[in-house]
């Protein structure tokens, strides 16, 4: 869960939320 948020705010900085939340989905699909 810490590795996601990291991603997730890491993220945040290069690409749109949408493409994150996306991208988490599909790597972390219970999220």
Do not use: D, W
């Amino acid at each position: 869960e810490r590795i996601l948020n990291m991603i997730r705010s890491e993220s945040g900085k290069h690409f749109a939320p949408r493409v994150v939340e996306a991208f988490l989905q599909i790597v972390h699909p219970q999220a």
